[in-house]
C-alpha cells in the first residue's frame, strides 16, 4: 500500500497552496492507495470532512504532524493534536511516547528552524528517518539513506508538498494494508516500510530505480 506521507494543505498550513480535494485528485492521478495530512503544527481535527473527502477520492486519508522545533521540523504521527509546549523538541518526545505515536526526522537536509540534531538524539529519539523528500534533490537523499540504514532507522518518502505540482514524487509503500493512523503508526513503528521516489510521469507507479510495477 502506497501512502505519501508528508503532505500540506492550505486549510491548515498557511505555506500551502493547495486544497484538500486538489491534494487528493492529484494523489489519485500519480497512483498513490493514500496520503498523509502533516499540517504545521496542526492536526486535522474534522475526520468527518477528510472521511467524506477520502471516499470522494478513493483514497485512504491518514492524519500526522510536522512540528517546529528546536532541532528542525519533526514529523509525528499517532498524536491526537497540537499544543505550543510541543515545540520543545523533549515535550514532543515525551507526548509520543505517551500516545504511542510515531516520529520521524523530516528532511533532514534542509533545517527550517533551530540547529540539526545531533547523532545521539537522532538515534536516541527518533524512530524513523525522511529519507526521501519531494523537495530534496537526489544526491543529498543518498547520505540520509545511509544515515538511516547506519542508524538502523526504518526510512519513510513523502512529497512534502505544498503545491499541486509537488504531489505524488515520492511516497512510503507500507509491506501490509493499513485501515486507520493506528494500523499505519503500528506499521511505522515495527519498520515495515519502504521509501520510494516516483518517476515525474502521469501514471506515477514507475519508481527511478527500475522498479515499475510496486504493489499495492
Ligand atoms: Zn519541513
Ligand atoms: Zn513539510
Not at 504521527?77 to 523533549?90: E, I, K, P, Q, T
Amino acid at each position: 500500500m502506497l501512502i505519501d506521507l508528508h503532505n500540506h494543505t492550505l486549510h491548515l498550513s498557511t505555506d500551502s497552496g493547495l486544497t484538500l480535494d486538489e491534494l487528493l485528485a492529484r494523489a489519485k492521478e500519480r497512483g498513490l492507495d493514500g496520503v498523509c495530512l502533516t499540517e504545521h503544527n496542526a492536526v486535522w481535527q474534522n475526520t468527518a470532512r477528510l472521511e467524506a473527502a477520502g471516499q470522494r477520492h478513493g483514497l485512504a486519508v491518514f492524519r500526522g504532524m510536522e512540528v517546529n522545533t528546536q532541532y528542525g521540523h519533526v514529523l509525528v504521527y499517532g498524536v491526537r493534536a497540537f499544543r505550543n509546549s510541543m515545540f520543545n523538541f523533549d515535550e514532543l518526545c515525551r507526548v509520543v511516547e505517551s500516545e504511542g505515536g510515531v516520529m520521524v526526522l523530516a528532511h533532514p537536509q534542509w533545517v527550517g528552524v533551530g540547529r540539526p540534531p545531533t547523532m545521539d538524539i537522532i538515534a536516541n529519539h527518533f524512530h524513523g528517518i525522511e529519507v526521501l523528500n519531494g523537495e530534496v534533490s537526489n544526491d543529498a537523499n543518498g547520505y540520509v539513506e545511509s544515515m538511516a540504514v547506519s542508524l538502523g532507522k526504518f526510512g519513510t518518502g513523502g512529497s512534502d508538498s505544498h503545491s499541486i505540482g509537488a504531489v505524488g514524487k515520492c511516497a512510503t509503500l507500507f509491506q501490509n494494508p493499513v485501515r486507520n493512523e493506528e494500523e499505519m503508526v503500528k506499521e511505522m513503528r515495527v519498520g515495515r516500510v519502504t521509501a520510494v521516489r516516483l518517476a515525474p510521469s502521469s501514471n506515477g507507479l514507475k519508481s527511478l530505480n527500475g522498479n515499475n510495477s510496486l504493489p499495492h
